[in-house]
């Protein structure tokens, strides 16, 4: 699932180059959105279903997935 979109590593691409951020363009799901700004946002977390697309179009790794793990695969025996 998205985890988070880290402003601090977000170098602002596609505002440099007058484009929308291609990681809200990128997810099928929609559960990214842009904000007024132009600056994407996590709009439907519970929508993601952790495809990776939006962490491998973003350029300077700002989006965070985080691959979920079935419990019955975390155990230790
Ligand atoms: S692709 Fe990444 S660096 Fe570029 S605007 Fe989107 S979040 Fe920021
Ligand atoms: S991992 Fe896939 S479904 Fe989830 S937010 Fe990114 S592009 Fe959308």
Redesign the pocket.
Known sequence: ??KSINREKCNSCSLRINTGCP?SD???????KLNGEGFPY?AY?D?????????L?CPNEA?E?SAQIPVPFMTVY
Do not use: G, K, L
Request: net charge negative; proline share 4%.
């Open positions: 699932m998205i990681v990128s997810c099928h799901t929609d559960a990214i996590i977390p929508d993601c279903d952790t495809c990776f697309i939006c962490y179009d989006v997935v």
